[in-house]
T-cell receptor, first 111, second 114 residues
Framework: EDQVTQSPEALRLQEGESSSLNCSYTVSGLRGLFWYRQDPGKGPEFLFTLYSAGEEKEKERLKATLTKKESFLHITAPKPEDSATYLCAVQDWTSGSRLTFGEGTQLTVNP | DGGITQSPKYLFRKEGQNVTLSCEQNLNHDAMYWYRQDPGQGLRLIYYSQIVNDFQKGDIAEGYSVSREKKESFPLTVTSAQKNPTAFYLC?????????????FGPGTRLTVL
């Protein structure tokens, strides 16, 4: 059974204070690891897909990295508009197109 | 614009009633999904469909039913058998079987049982 654990549950940063969110996973064979951003009362917004260890992807102030056991979402010089819940999900080769989600990290960036 | 629409945005149900949540997509995706999200929790899969006229149970299918008669539509019925239906319901779609198979989400329906 696939498992995803995200830490910390909540993170408060000052504007400009860089940090990282962690996603640890257990899968039988990783097909893809996905990062989403979710604003309150909205549906998740797709950010990145990572497919193999060592892969990195960037978008504005966000950078996602992947190892064989975990993924990090690095936030560089965050702004208040980066405040949201960040969700991590995995897909393995035996589960078809199903995703298994972690519980998310709620990020608050104070001005 | 291509995307996923869900309706209604808010839904109130009396105990013992069945209600149906709508999900439509114009992305030409084969696969569609229904998730439930409770406060402070991640998404849990209710049902999914990878092709028209076929669907599979997810992790929490009890008390729910679905149909997939058209590629664009995947309605979810919350039956009176669902013991605790108050939650935020999210519909998603994706390409089925491709290399890039990220799921894209609709805006959600918040269901409250009175």
């Amino acid at each position: 059974e696939d498992q995803v654990t995200q830490s910390p549950e909540a993170l408060r940063l000052q504007e400009g204070e860089s940090s990282s969110l962690n996603c640890s996973y257990t899968v039988s064979g990783l097909r893809g690891l996905f990062w989403y951003r979710q604003d309150p009362g909205k549906g998740p917004e797709f950010l990145f897909t990572l497919y193999s260890a060592g892969e990195e992807k960037e978008k504005e102030r966000l950078k996602a990295t992947l190892t064989k056991k975990e993924s990090f979402l690095h936030i560089t010089a965050p702004k208040p508009e980066d405040s949201a819940t960040y969700l991590c999900a995995v897909q393995d080769w035996t589960s078809g197109s199903r995703l298994t989600f972690g519980e998310g990290t709620q990020l608050t960036v104070n001005p | 614009d291509g995307g996923i629409t869900q309706s209604p945005k808010y839904l109130f149900r009396k105990e013992g009633q069945n209600v149906t949540l709508s999900c439509e997509q114009n992305l030409n995706h084969d696969a569609m999904y229904w998730y439930r999200q409770d406060p402070g929790q991640g998404l849990r899969l209710i049902y999914y469909s990878q092709i028209v006229n076929d669907f599979q149970k997810g992790d929490i299918a009890e008390g729910y039913s679905v149909s997939r008669e058209k590629k664009e539509s995947f309605p979810l019925t919350v039956t009176s058998a669902q013991k605790n239906p108050t939650a935020f319901y999210l519909c998603a779609s994706s390409i089925s079987g491709g290399v890039r198979n990220e799921q894209f989400f609709g805006p959600g329906t918040r269901l409250t049982v009175l």
